[in-house]
């Protein structure tokens, strides 16, 4: 091997690695794991079939590209004991059923006589309506704050793998608004600290993923996409509650612009 060997190879060697820092560099994606928790997996009270298939899939994401990722982010739904959005807050009604909900400007829920869902301590809405409404879906008693045990428990699987700078973001945490997205709550009072992390985090692109595909997963991926992320739904690291609201999720989010992708396609949009 002569000297202009050894000037090639060694020339090759410090492009190759300039090459691999510009793409480190210019990573700027984030991961958003949304809800694998006790209380929607199969043992748990508001328990997705199959749910725990996606866990693996999920699992391998971080394994073969996760250094590629800037942040890890997962979102725990995480609702007081008698929590708003929970059939049992509500006499006479099931979950499943639905139940209109009215709020003052100030997301404070009012009760309005005409409908069923007095909840105890909640102020009577004023006779002109300067109220929003939400119909909200009414679930079992599912991931209560601090329950570390049984269906109810809100803790994120001990399958997922965790480690220790994953962002956490609790969604979801007043008693008188549903979260689905982990970005706002419904009613878009309020907003979690996800959009500032991902922003001073410097990240432009979100691979969403997680449970469920049709509520959580799907108003996550739309509140990014309209935030002005470049916003990746990953399906197979996803699972709907129904089938039909499952169609109707799809095609929700291709409409705003959300690319619906499978796992094995993050590695080459990376
Ligand atoms: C969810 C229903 C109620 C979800 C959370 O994570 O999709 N669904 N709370
Ligand atoms: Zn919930």
Request: net charge negative; proline share 4%.
């Amino acid at each position: 091997m002569g000297v202009n060997d050894v000037i090639n190879v060694f020339f090759i060697l410090t492009l190759s690695l300039r090459v691999q820092c510009q793409a480190v560099a210019d990573m700027r994606a984030a991961m958003l794991i949304i809800d694998i928790q006790t209380c929607f997996l199969p043992a748990g009270s508001l328990a997705i079939e199959q749910a725990d298939i996606i866990i693996p899939i999920i699992n391998d994401l971080r394994k073969d590209s996760g250094k590629l990722f800037k942040l890890v982010v997962l979102s725990q739904d995480w609702h007081c004991p008698k929590h708003v959005s929970f059939a049992s807050s509500h006499p006479g009604k099931k979950p499943f059923e639905t139940a209109p909900l009215r709020y003052f400007s100030n997301g404070t829920l009012c009760y309005d006589n005409t409908n069923q869902t007095k909840v105890p301590g909640v102020l009577t809405c004023p006779a002109a309506d300067e109220t929003r409404h939400l119909e909200q879906m009414l679930w079992p008693d599912h991931c209560v704050e601090d329950v570390t045990s049984g269906p109810t428990s809100s803790n994120i699987s001990k399958e997922l793998t965790v480690t220790a700078s994953d962002v956490i973001i609790k969604k979801g945490t007043h008693c008188q608004i549903d979260s689905y997205s982990a970005f706002y709550d419904n009613g878009r009072f309020s907003a979690t600290e996800l959009d500032a992390i991902l922003k001073s985090n410097g990240i432009d692109t979100v691979f969403v993923m997680g449970l469920a595909l049709d509520f959580c997963v799907k108003y996550t991926a739309l509140d990014a996409k309209q935030l002005g992320y470049k916003t990746y739904t990953v399906v197979d690291a996803s699972m709907a509650v129904a089938k039909d609201t499952e169609k109707k999720a799809l095609g929700e989010m291709d409409a705003a612009g959300v690319e619906l992708i499978t796992s094995h396609k993050v590695w080459d949009i990376l």
